[in-house]
């Protein structure tokens, strides 16, 4: 059994907890902390930056699925030499903070660019921009079908300013949630819900329909590996009612 199939696995099974280091994050103790936490914690996968030496390192430290993620096609491929057991177009937060925009020609482009270099061996995610027209975001994601794609992740609004507690979280997550909604109701492949999602907003990620969800700045900012630890089981946890919920659906 190779590492991504247990992401698999959980993903068949609606309950996929990715938990994303940073794709700009090179924190090198920090992802040190992430990856143990995500690991002893029941995480499905981890996702880190394209950076070659901190692939090869956590490749070798963990048991868990390694997702690479860039916005960039060749070091998605470079990472999948590396030992990458999947690779990611996405997020784009670190264009957004730098005030560029994709549309949804542009991650067709990359996508087609990747499968070109990188293969169709490997596990491929794809995320959708949170911002664009859902018509539009829904024609991307079956082009995305039409070449391979495993996994389309959906991500919410980018912005400086938002509210505080939990009305902010609610914010920062309801475009990706009202994004799984339109995707999940249009798409065979799966959906993976990421941006603003925690404990607070990982249910409702759930009940829309997504198969996984990605979880990052609520673990990788926390200072200690417990809190993380804490942090993680919680959204073991939620992901692993909803399996229930579905068997006793069925």
Do not use: W
């Not at 991504?4 to 090179?26: C, M, P, S, T, W």
């Not at 475009?175 to 798409?187: F, G, R, V």
């Not at 804490?230 to 919920?245: C, F, G, M, T």
């Amino acid at each position: 059994m190779s590492r991504i199939d247990l992401f698999k696995q959980h993903l068949d099974e609606k309950r996929a907890v990715k938990i994303i280091a940073g794709i700009d994050n090179f924190d090198i103790d920090n992802i040190r902390k992430v990856v143990a936490s995500a690991q002893s914690s029941g995480a499905s996968a981890i996702d880190i930056c394209a950076k070659e030496e901190i692939i090869t390192e956590v490749c070798n430290m963990t048991d868990l699925p390694v997702f690479v993620s860039s916005i960039i096609p060749e070091e998605l491929a470079k990472a999948v030499e590396l030992g990458a057991d999947a690779i990611e177009l996405g997020n784009f937060d670190a264009l957004y903070k730098k005030g560029l925009l994709l549309c949804a020609e542009d991650v067709l482009e990359l996508a087609e660019k990747t499968v070109e270099l990188a293969g169709r061996n490997v596990f491929f995610c794809v995320t959708i921009p949170g911002e664009i027209p859902v018509n539009e975001q829904i024609q991307l994601a079956r082009q995305l079908e039409e070449i391979g794609v495993d996994l389309i992740q959906t991500e919410g609004h980018f912005g400086s300013e938002q509210s505080d507690g939990v009305k902010g979280l609610m914010e920062r997550a309801q475009l990706t949630i009202s994004n799984t909604i339109e995707l999940c109701a249009n798409i065979e492949t799966p959906v993976m819900s990421a941006t603003g999602i925690n404990a607070v907003t990982a249910p409702f990620a759930f009940t829309a329909g997504a198969s996984a969800v990605g979880v990052g700045s609520c673990v990788n900012k926390l200072e200690s590996e417990i809190s993380m630890m804490a942090a993680i089981r919680n959204i073991v946890d939620i992901a692993s009612k909803n399996i229930q919920k579905n068997i006793q659906l069925v």
